[in-house]
């Protein structure tokens, strides 16, 4: 079974401050991880996957994330936040091909708000 | 580049009435996935199908069924739509395992 809990419902920042956007996983086996962002009234845009390779990983936008199997976290950051970054971001885990269809598992979301 | 499409945007629907969201992709992708998203909920997988021909039921499939007679679309119905049933509903699709999905922009659907 997978699951994946987003620690903050909402957080905000100032424009220029760090990011930190925290996300834990669990999974019975080696799970594929990713990153998507949500945009008002949009689909999800996908921001960047961790699939067993390098364990910090860069995506799109300035952001990273860095996976720690010890401590089944995968937390999304960026140095510094800009006001288009304000949307909803879903952490999402999928166990590889462990299941039919290799179905994703979403976090329920965490809106980060960002003040000028 | 077009990726994957849902039609329609919007819809309100009287309960009791039936109607079809169609989602279609132009990448040549065998896994296509059915979700609805409600506040505080993420997304949770209503149907998916891993190729031509096939369907799965996933999280939430009860009062929807869904049909992939062609490759690139992926048909969701709502025989009797009821209340509950209001939701945004997002089609995605992958080209195989450990990819990510990629997904539409999402009906809203209000069901009164």
């Known amino acids: 079974a997978q699951s994946v809990t987003q620690l903050d419902s909402h957080v905000s920042v100032s424009e220029g401050t760090p990011v930190l956007l925290r996300c834990n996983y669990s999974s019975s086996y080696s799970p594929s991880l990713f990153w998507y962002v949500q945009h008002p009234n949009k689909g999800l845009q996908l921001l960047l996957k961790?699939?067993?390779?390098?364990?910090l990983v860069k995506g799109i936008n300035g952001f990273e994330a860095e996976f720690k199997k010890s401590e089944t976290s995968f937390h999304l950051t960026k140095p510094s936040a800009h006001m288009s970054d304000a949307a909803e971001y879903f952490c999402v885990v999928s166990d590889r091909g462990r299941n039919a269809g290799n179905m994703l598992t979403f976090g329920g979301g965490t809106r980060l708000m960002v003040k000028p | 580049n077009a990726g994957v499409t849902q039609t329609p945007k919007f819809r309100v629907l009287k309960t009791g009435q039936s109607m079809t969201l169609l989602c279609a992709q132009d990448m040549n992708h065998e896994y296509m996935y059915w979700y609805r998203q409600d506040p505080g909920m993420g997304l949770r997988l209503i149907h998916y199908?891993?190729?031509?021909?096939?369907?799965a039921k996933g999280e939430v499939p009860d009062g929807y069924n869904v049909s992939r007679l062609k490759k690139q679309n992926f048909l969701l119905g709502l025989e009797s739509a009821a209340p509950s049933q209001t939701s945004v509903y997002f089609c995605a699709s992958k080209v195989q395992n450990n990819q990510p999905q990629h997904f539409g922009d999402g009906t809203r659907l209000s069901i009164l």
């Open positions: 961790y699939t067993s390779a390098a364990t």
């Open positions: 199908s891993v190729g031509e021909g096939t369907t």
